[in-house]
């Protein structure tokens, strides 16, 4: 199952559509929720199945500490760079993991 998962991460037309790079649904609901209501205390969040990251940055810009796993290498490594190129290293944390 996972060299399944590898390949359509690797795979542009599989990419697009299951691994979207902005939060859908209910990823946006809990981001307005937080954006409207804070939160009393400093947490921090584990994402299973990160992916490209797309629920773990938006948090981490709202000021929570993210740990993101992700069994597909590419991901994490995208994670990791973007984790730089957008300023967010020491507020995320990314590893490759089969949970």
Sequence with gaps: ???????????????????????????????????????PFEVNLLDIACGNGRNAFPLADLGFKVFGIDGIPQAIENDRKKEKEIDLEGETDFVIGDV
């Design 1 to 39: 199952m996972q060299q399944a998962w590898i390949e359509s991460y690797n795979n542009p037309k599989h990419r697009k559509m299951l691994f979207p790079t902005i939060p859908t649904g209910v990823g946006n609901i809990f981001l307005d929720y937080l954006r409207d209501n804070g939160y």
